[in-house]
């Protein structure tokens, strides 16, 4: 069923089936709650969710209290997040906000359920559902429609200006869901400017946008939009590498966001300069790649180093039997000669020239004795 045309018993239906539903409903009884922003979006998509976020005209931090559950609490902001058993809910009073200049973080005041959902990106992230009867939509700003037509929306003209990092919201959501620009908020878009925003905000949000399933087609468009800097052969570099973190040797490596925010960065210079070099044995493969932090490694194996998947799976695990006790009960004297002859019998142990115990002592106080 198209979003726009949910009846209120499909919608009742919907509400019902979220875990934790119930325990919500018990802890807001006499409350004006709300689920609002993404939940509800998806919740009209009908995809799953780990997540529920919940407005209230109320105090919501006395309300996550009585969920239960491990509990963060921001008082000051009338804001709680508790966690029941792997779901998450965030709650907060009904703010208003207004923003002093373009790119300022907003000033945020008490507000109503209508102040707080105009305070939002997008129409399809500006509609609530109520916990208690009557179950309906809350939909100010036609994002039901919107949701059905896939578009993504500016509630009003300023809305790139008040917040930039928006524009980069823009792109996540576009590449998660499949979404366009709708033609108004195209151009509002294509004038934001990330410079009237702290370099810490961007980063953030360049972070949440490296976190999607759909990071590289969420980069891209921001390319394409003129946000951010990118080449052709970094977008395909990022994809390349967002597919090589999901499968061995490489998972767990390092992490989307890291690769993306260096990407968007350009600050890839090491990888690049890792990936211009051929390494002619194990040993020297792993004196070229120790010792360099996940991002980088990826990123060189993306522009095209194949030699560091022996690397990940194989050559940096290598392990010595003996240890510099070993040396120095061997009458090595304690100093560089210790770190020395360990180095060479790595070296020598990775590209299969000893073996064993005995073999690697050898060549250790063979090395160790060279001046």
Same mark, same amino acid.
């Given at each position: 069923?198209?979003?726009?045309?949910?009846?209120?018993?499909?919608?009742?239906?919907?509400?019902?089936?979220?875990?934790?539903?119930?325990?919500?409903?018990?802890?807001?009884?006499?409350?004006? +709650? !709300?689920?609002?922003?993404?939940?509800?979006?998806?919740?009209?998509?009908?995809?799953?969710?780990?997540?529920?976020?919940?407005? *209230?005209?109320? %105090?919501?931090?006395?309300?996550?209290?009585?969920?239960?559950?491990? @509990?963060?609490?921001?008082?000051?902001?009338?804001?709680?997040?508790?966690?029941?058993?792997? @779901?998450?809910?965030?709650?907060?009073?009904?703010?208003?906000? $207004?923003?002093?200049?373009?790119?300022?973080?907003? /000033?945020?005041?008490?507000?109503?359920?209508?102040?707080?959902?105009?305070?939002?990106?997008?129409?399809?992230?500006?509609?609530?559902?109520?916990?208690?009867?009557?179950?309906?939509?809350? %939909?100010?700003?036609?994002?039901?429609?919107?949701?059905?037509?896939?578009?993504?929306?500016? #509630? !009003?003209?300023?809305?790139?200006?008040? &917040?930039?990092?928006?524009?980069?919201?823009?792109?996540?959501?576009?590449?998660?869901?499949?979404?366009?620009?709708?033609?108004?908020?195209?151009?509002?878009?294509?004038?934001?400017?990330?410079?009237? /925003?702290?370099?810490?905000?961007?980063?953030?949000?360049?972070?949440? #946008?490296?976190?999607?399933?759909?990071?590289?087609? +969420?980069? =891209?468009?921001?390319?394409?939009?003129?946000?951010?800097?990118? &080449?052709?052969?970094?977008?395909?570099?990022?994809?390349?590498?967002?597919?090589?973190? $999901?499968?061995?040797?490489?998972?767990?490596?390092?992490?989307?966001?890291? /690769? /993306?925010?260096?990407?968007?960065?350009?600050?890839?210079?090491?990888?690049?300069?890792?990936?211009?070099?051929?390494? $002619?044995?194990?040993? =020297?493969?792993?004196?070229?790649?120790?010792? *360099?932090?996940?991002?980088?490694?990826?990123?060189?194996?993306?522009?095209?180093?194949?030699?560091?998947?022996?690397?990940?799976?194989?050559?940096?695990?290598?392990?010595?039997?003996?240890?510099?006790? %070993?040396?120095?009960?061997?009458?090595?004297?304690?100093?560089?000669?210790?770190?020395?002859?360990?180095?060479?019998?790595? !070296?020598?142990?990775? %590209?299969?020239?000893?073996?064993?115990?005995?073999?690697?002592?050898?060549?250790?106080?063979?090395?160790?004795?060279?001046?």
């Amino acid at each position: 069923m198209a979003a726009a045309q949910i009846d209120p018993e499909s919608l009742r239906a919907r509400v019902d089936s979220l875990a934790g539903v119930e325990r919500l409903r018990a802890a807001t009884a006499g409350l004006r +709650a !709300h689920l609002v922003g993404g939940a509800v979006r998806d919740l009209l998509l009908g995809e799953p969710r780990a997540d529920l976020d919940v407005v *209230l005209e109320g %105090d919501a931090v006395a309300v996550a209290r009585r969920l239960g559950g491990e @509990l963060v609490a921001h008082e000051r902001f009338g804001t709680a997040s508790a966690q029941l058993d792997g @779901l998450t809910i965030d709650l907060a009073t009904a703010r208003a906000e $207004s923003y002093p200049a373009p790119g300022a973080l907003p /000033v945020v005041r008490p507000g109503s359920l209508v102040d707080d959902l105009a305070r939002r990106d997008f129409t399809v992230n500006a509609m609530a559902v109520p916990l208690q009867d009557p179950v309906r939509l809350v %939909d100010p700003h036609g994002g039901a429609a919107d949701l059905g037509a896939r578009l993504l929306r500016v #509630l !009003h003209p300023g809305s790139f200006a008040d &917040d930039p990092t928006r524009a980069l919201r823009a792109a996540r959501y576009a590449a998660r869901l499949g979404f366009a620009l709708e033609p108004e908020t195209d151009a509002l878009l294509r004038r934001a400017e990330l410079a009237t /925003v702290s370099s810490q905000r961007v980063e953030a949000e360049l972070r949440r #946008l490296g976190a999607e399933p759909e990071a590289a087609r +969420a980069l =891209e468009l921001a390319g394409d939009w003129a946000l951010l800097e990118l &080449d052709d052969a970094t977008v395909r570099v990022a994809r390349d590498v967002v597919a090589l973190l $999901s499968a061995d040797p490489w998972r767990g490596v390092a992490t989307q966001a890291d /690769v /993306v925010l260096a990407l968007a960065r350009g600050d890839v210079g090491g990888a690049r300069e890792l990936a211009s070099r051929t390494p $002619s044995s194990p040993a =020297e493969a792993v004196e070229l790649a120790h010792g *360099l932090d996940g991002a980088t490694l990826a990123l060189a194996r993306g522009m095209g180093a194949e030699w560091l998947d022996r690397y990940v799976g194989e050559w940096r695990d290598v392990r010595l039997e003996i240890s510099g006790s %070993d040396l120095l009960a061997a009458g090595v004297e304690e100093g560089p000669a210790i770190g020395r002859g360990l180095r060479a019998a790595l !070296h020598a142990k990775l %590209d299969g020239e000893v073996s064993g115990r005995d073999e690697e002592l050898r060549a250790a106080l063979e090395a160790s004795r060279v001046s």
